[in-house]
Nanobody, 124 residues
Framework: QVNLEESGGGSVQAGGSLALSCRVSGDTKTMAWFRQAAGTKREAILS????????WVADSVKGRFTIVQDTANKMFFLQMNDTKPEDTAMYYC????????????????????WGQGTRVTVSS
């Protein structure tokens, strides 16, 4: 069984930076970060295959957000730079434990383990 524990989040002014962390216990194939703004569906924004390091980034955050993998310490990070008010959302890390996900964007139902979510608020 894979467990994910998120930390980080909070408030930041537009243009600022914020980092989210996800501690992983167990073996994973693909990790991803999703977010859900109020009144919208949860969307994938970044993913990375755990063993091959293949990554994908949504257009909405390309050039601003990065997924970082610390394999030795079983940690994944979401580095958020040049934040915008539209980045305000609940952010979730997710793990696929069965297979490497090679379709982009990845779907929610492909991930069996989820973090508890952490809120990010970007003020203008």
């Amino acid at each position: 069984q894979v467990n994910l524990e998120e930390s980080g989040g909070g408030s930041v002014q537009a243009g600022g930076s914020l980092a989210l962390s996800c501690r992983v216990s167990g073996d994973t194939k693909t990790m991803a970060w999703f977010r859900q703004a109020a009144g919208t569906k949860r969307e994938a924004i970044l993913s990375i295959s755990t063993h091959r390091g293949m990554s994908w980034v949504a257009d909405s955050v390309k050039g601003r957000f990065t997924i970082v993998q610390d394999t030795a310490n079983k940690m994944f990070f979401l580095q958020m730079n040049d934040t915008k008010p539209e980045d305000t959302a609940m952010y979730y890390c997710a793990a696929s434990t069965v297979s490497e996900i090679l379709n982009f964007p990845p779907r929610e139902d492909q991930f069996s383990a989820w973090g508890q979510g952490t809120r990010v608020t970007v003020s203008s």
